[in-house]
């Protein structure tokens, strides 16, 4: 099973930026799609952003424009770069590989 490592969590003001990485373990991660999801207490885990091995991403409407997920194959990284944050962005961030899931990241965008 691959293990995920989320890194880059923290309390940011409104307007602010940022950048989440998601480092796995093994020799598999180039080979499969990368997704980051986000989850506050009481609320269902949605996933905001998704890359495929080939670089394609999709979004959901609530971060178009103001996410960017990539990836670094190379590092066995995925990183999710937050920009114009807002206090609805806060929540515990985890990324997803092939049915594995890290241990979660805290974001809090608050005044």
């Known amino acids: 099973q691959v293990q995920l490592v989320e890194s880059g969590g923290g309390l940011v003001q409104p307007g602010g930026s940022l950048r989440l990485s998601c480092v796995a373990s093994?020799?598999?991660?180039?080979?499969?799609?990368v997704s980051w999801h986000r989850q506050v207490p009481g609320k269902q885990r949605e996933m905001v952003a998704r890359?495929?091995?080939?670089?394609?991403?999709s979004y959901a409407d609530s971060v178009k424009g103001r996410f960017t997920v990539s990836r670094d194959d190379a590092k066995n990284t995925a990183y999710l770069q937050m920009n114009s944050l807002k206090p609805d962005d806060s929540a515990v961030y985890y990324c997803?590989?092939?049915?594995?899931w890290g241990q979660g990241t805290q974001v809090t965008v608050s005044a």
């Open positions: 890359i495929n091995s080939e670089g394609g991403t």
């Open positions: 093994g020799s598999i991660f180039s080979y499969y799609a």
């Open positions: 997803y590989l092939r049915d594995s």
